[in-house]
């Protein structure tokens, strides 16, 4: 696990095409130590990935337009500057497949939408502690 400086806000990348989730987990976890980025396909999400910005967690859909979460999923893995970046994957689709895959590329978790903000928000701040 990565060990991150207290003395900063930690960046969350969230990649979804649906607008709204980016603004709920915004909200509530720049009431927090974070600030949240947002991106909405995943050809934007992969740009956003090469660049060398630093990025503490990744919050993946799965479909999403140009490339789905599992395609952004393994693309990054093979970034040597990302390939320990937790990411908790969000879907509104809840098939085990999906579950299976997810986590054989790597993935930290797994969370079906509609997802509470305050337990995404609970699962982030576990990983930094």
């Known amino acids: 696990m990565q060990t991150f400086p207290r003395d900063r806000r930690r960046h969350v990348l969230v990649v979804d095409d649906e607008p709204h989730i980016g603004r709920i987990v915004r909200l509530k976890l720049e009431t927090g130590p974070y600030e949240v980025e947002t991106v909405h396909d995943g050809r934007s999400a992969l740009d956003r990935l090469r660049s060398p910005d630093p990025i503490d967690v990744i919050l993946l859909d799965i479909v999403m337009p140009h ?15 990302r390939s320990g970046t937790p990411v ?11 579950r299976v895959r997810a986590a054989e590329l790597g993935a930290t978790d797994f969370l079906t939408k509609p997802f509470s903000p305050k337990k995404l928000l609970a699962r982030i701040d576990e990983l930094f502690q």
């Open 88 to 98: 908790i994957m969000l879907t509104a689709k809840g098939q085990e497949a999906d």
């Open 67 to 81: 490339a789905s979460g599992l395609e952004v999923l393994a693309a990054l893995r093979q970034l040597p500057h």
